[in-house]
């Protein structure tokens, strides 16, 4: 067995959040300094569009094994630590994969960073695509997304949205899709990434996009299924006894997302 492990920090995260508790769910913008002697290992570093922060959680109880995290649902079950997420972990080391906006010589620009102000950082890494994405993966949530309320529930799936597509995310079809699998998981009870929920649509353009990343759907999982026709976008949704139909309607909603209502249930 190995002896004792050493890391050296590297740098420090420098945000708005000066503790845990304030530490907003999706993350924020912060600044990652990286120490002078440590400059060198930054080079090209911003060719990449998104970073691997590797830190050191200073405010953690490292006597933790089992957890029961925040969330919506009181009787939440305990887990086991390394099943969780838990900033609290005998060895609380945080891997967060943050947006990188710009490098101003020794510091980085970042967002989406879920750590407080004077985290030692203790690696970076850059974020690779083809290697470090896996679509098919599977997550057991530790509650349902129906169990959030309406401005988290749509800041998690705009997360998965921005996470998939980026700036499209914004677009027309993208915004259709989000509404109409909010209005899934309101009323038909859901995880958008339930497996046996498979979503039919009449669009062929960047909404299937979005559908894949909200909702894990794809052709080879035969959770998609594509029938070009004219009129409105429409949506047909269906998980066993369940289904429901969405057509989209003019106007937004007081976020900007294009409307679908109701049609068939």
């Not at 945000?15 to 400059?39: H, M, T, Y």
């Not at 009181?74 to 630590?81: A, L, T």
């Not at 109409?180 to 497996?195: E, I, M």
């Amino acid at each position: 067995m190995a002896g004792d492990l050493w890391l050296t920090p590297i740098g420090v995260v420098h945000c708005d959040a000066k503790n845990r508790s304030e530490v907003p769910v999706g993350g924020g913008p912060a600044q990652i300094e990286v120490f002078a002697p440590f400059a060198a290992g930054l080079a090209e570093i911003d060719k990449n569009s998104h970073v691997i922060v590797i830190s050191y959680l200073h405010q953690a109880d490292r006597t933790v094994l089992e957890v029961r995290q925040r969330g919506p649902d009181p009787n939440i079950q305990e887990r086991g630590v390394f099943a969780s997420r838990s900033p609290d972990r005998p060895s609380p080391l945080a891997l967060t994969i943050a947006p990188l906006s710009r490098r101003q010589g020794r510091v980085l620009h970042v967002t989406h960073i879920d750590l407080a102000d004077e985290t030692p950082v203790v690696d970076l890494k850059p974020y690779c695509p083809g290697q470090d994405s896996i679509f098919w993966a599977v997550h057991r949530h530790r509650y349902l997304p129906a169990q959030l309320d309406d401005s988290r529930l749509v800041e998690y799936l705009e997360r998965d949205l921005e996470n998939h597509m980026g700036p499209a995310a914004r677009c027309p079809g993208a915004r259709r899709a989000l509404s109409a699998v909010v209005q899934v998981v309101r009323h038909l009870g859901l995880d958008p990434r339930d497996p046996e929920l498979v979503v039919s649509i009449n669009r062929c353009d960047e909404t299937i996009d979005a559908l894949m990343g909200l909702m894990g759907t794809a052709f080879f999982n035969r959770r998609l299924q594509v029938t070009p026709e004219s009129g409105p976008a429409s949506f047909r949704f269906a998980a066993g006894a369940k289904s429901m139909e969405l057509v989209a309607v003019n106007g937004t909603d007081g976020d900007g997302v294009e409307c679908v209502e109701e049609r068939v249930r």
